[in-house]
């Protein structure tokens, strides 16, 4: 048997901006839930946008699952 599912997506939005939770939600409860993750992914994307180019950390290595022959290419900030 399938779990109920309660999803929200604001029309004309990317599918990446739609979210589901586990349960029969209320309208109300899926607003806020959406409305934090926004602010989570808004927080984010300010700090990726103020960073420097130096602030990050970027390797490369073969394999999706287990990374092998790594390299790290920048260290960037802790």
Known sequence: MADRMTSIQLPGT???SALA???RKTVPEMVELIRARAQAMKAEAEAILAAADTDFRVA???GVYVQRDYVLLQR???
Do not use: A, C, R
Request: net charge neutral; aromatic share 16%; charged share 15%.
């Open 60 to 62: 490369t290595y073969v």
């Open 76 to 78: 960037g900030k802790s």
């Open 14 to 16: 990317s599918g990446n």
């Open 21 to 23: 939770d586990y349960g």
